[in-house]
């Protein structure tokens, strides 16, 4: 299993998963392409992202962005993205 899988077959019996990695092992990335998957499948109705730091916010914000112009969402306009910093 990759993790994506792993953590789709997760969300259909819990509510909650973690995800546990090195920087730069791509968690952001995962994190963009579950959301997508949830969206798609009308598990979930919006994402929102807290963020320890302006820069990581706005990594994830682009992430999350450029899944959400580079595909379809089903019929659905492009999905509530909020991302905000932790103060």
Same mark, same amino acid.
């Given at each position: 299993f990759n993790c994506l899988t792993r953590a789709l077959n997760w969300f259909k019996t819990q509510s909650h998963f973690m995800c546990l990695a090195t920087p730069g092992s791509g968690k952001t990335r !995962?994190?963009?392409? !579950?959301?997508? /998957? %949830? %969206? *798609?499948?009308?598990?979930?109705?919006? &994402? %929102?992202t807290f963020a320890p /730091?302006?820069? &990581?916010? *706005?990594?994830?914000?682009?992430?999350? &962005?450029f899944w959400s112009k580079s /595909?379809?969402?089903?019929?659905? #306009? #492009?999905p509530l993205i909020l991302v905000e910093t932790i103060h």
């Open positions: !995962l994190s963009a392409e !579950l959301a997508k /998957s %949830l %969206l *798609q499948a009308n598990k979930i109705d919006f &994402v %929102l /730091s302006i820069e &990581v916010a *706005q990594n994830t914000s682009n992430t999350c &962005v /595909s379809t969402n089903s019929g659905r #306009n #492009n």
